[in-house]
């Protein structure tokens, strides 16, 4: 198994966002952050030679061409995309009420909706409160056009989007030493738990 770690600001030569007082970026953020899930999912399955962790480049040019070669490399059984991103309400400057963290992946994916599962548990399991998205608020278009681009990769996908970048309080929480690890850990969480690993 293969697992593959991007930023989602990379799929669909999206704009980088920033939150509202430019302090939190996200392609830097998400970059950073795969980073450190990279390195802990490395060293909990390093004893397990059928797991592969990689990551791709943060170049917007780059991504296309890495996640084609990726799928025609490797049988699509094998392999497992995450892109890893923050959510926003809208990119106009300004700090908005949503809060939550989510997960989309692909229906027609029996394996991405598995993964997003495990995903999703680890996230009330860390987060708590902060994880639950008040009833009936929807995921931003921008990030709805990402899910639908992973959706069109021959392999099981999933799109994380982790709290919001234009909520005052998330952007805090993101920015503190507590928030970064909280994020590396439910995704490092969920992957083993995906994956039949202990965590």
């Known amino acids: 198994m293969?697992?593959?770690?991007?930023p989602a600001i990379t799929l669909g030569h999206q704009n980088n966002i920033k939150s509202p007082d430019i302090?939190?970026?996200?392609?830097s953020y998400t970059t950073h952050i795969i980073d450190?899930?990279?390195t802990q999912l490395m060293e909990s399955a390093k004893h397990t030679p059928f797991i592969t962790i990689s990551k791709l480049?943060?170049?917007?040019?780059?991504?296309?061409?890495?996640?084609?070669?990726?799928t025609q490399t490797t049988p699509q059984s094998?392999?497992?995309?995450?892109?890893v991103g923050l959510n926003s309400t809208i990119d106009d400057g300004h700090y908005h009420t949503p809060t939550g963290w989510t997960v989309i992946n692909s229906p027609q994916s029996r394996e991405s909706e598995r993964l997003a599962t495990a995903l999703a548990q680890a996230s009330?399991?860390?987060?708590?409160?902060?994880?639950i998205s008040p009833q009936g608020q929807m995921p931003s278009h921008r990030y709805i056009n990402q899910a639908a681009i992973l959706d069109t990769i021959q392999a099981p996908a999933v799109?994380?989007?982790?709290?919001?970048?234009?909520?005052r309080k998330d952007t805090a929480y993101l920015l503190s030493d507590k928030g970064r690890q909280a994020i590396i850990d439910l995704h490092v969480k969920g992957i083993l738990t995906y994956l039949g690993l202990s965590s």
Request: glycine share 2%; hydrophobic share 40%.
């Open 2 to 6: 293969k697992i593959t770690l991007l």
């Open 23 to 27: 302090r939190l970026d996200e392609l």
């Open 36 to 38: 450190r899930i990279h």
């Open 159 to 167: 799109l994380t989007l982790n709290l919001y970048q234009d909520n």
């Open 78 to 83: 094998s392999n497992c995309i995450i892109a």
């Open 57 to 70: 480049s943060s170049s917007i040019d780059q991504i296309a061409e890495q996640l084609k070669q990726l």
């Open 124 to 131: 009330i399991e860390i987060l708590g409160s902060r994880a």
